[in-house]
């Protein structure tokens, strides 16, 4: 994005609607940032080359064009004046050093980005909250919620028991007591 950035890879997890002119409205998820643009997660994967707009929580709307894809995921450099893409990467770094909290637990398995986002998060004491999937892995799931639960606290999404072992903005990781069958994790999946 800006040659005065580092170079290394870091990994950050934020919500994002993308459109452009060959596509329809359709949801992404940052996976990480580099120097050279951001990496999305996504079922829609936008053909090398193509402008595209991302609207990207925290961050705000952005205009990039494609440089990279491949299954699910999709890579961009930024279109946009030079201070403003070096506003973003340091927004987007100083997101991406808040969630860098290691999960308890096993996060070797693909994170996907699931159809249907909203899920129902029972607290230990039986209340229970909406709150809308980020991202769900076989092992675990990112929640975004309008009120902070504390890490440790068992949850339970939809139907599926864990713990919460991560907070970020807006939202926390939770790892499940028992991990999915990593085949039956598709953008279908229902906790």
Known sequence: MTDSLPTDRHA??????C??????????????????????????????????TCSIRFVGTVETRIVTNGPNTFGVRLSVPRERAAAIAR?????????????????RHRRIAPRRRDVLVTLGDGRAVPGRLVNVSASG?????ARPIEVGESVTLGSTAGRVV??????????FDAALDPALVDPGIRL
């Open 91 to 107: 927004t987007m770094w100083a997101l991406a050093r808040e969630q860098d909290h290691p999960l308890e637990g096993d996060r």
């Open 12 to 17: 950050v997890i934020l919500p994002a609607l």
């Open 141 to 145: 799931a990112a929640v975004a919620l």
């Open 166 to 175: 991560r907070r970020f903005a807006e939202g926390i990781g939770v790892v």
């Open 19 to 52: 459109w452009g002119r060959q596509h329809s409205d359709f949801y992404a998820v940052t996976a990480d940032i580099t120097a050279q643009g951001i990496g999305f997660r996504s079922a829609i994967v936008p053909e090398i080359g193509i402008a595209l």
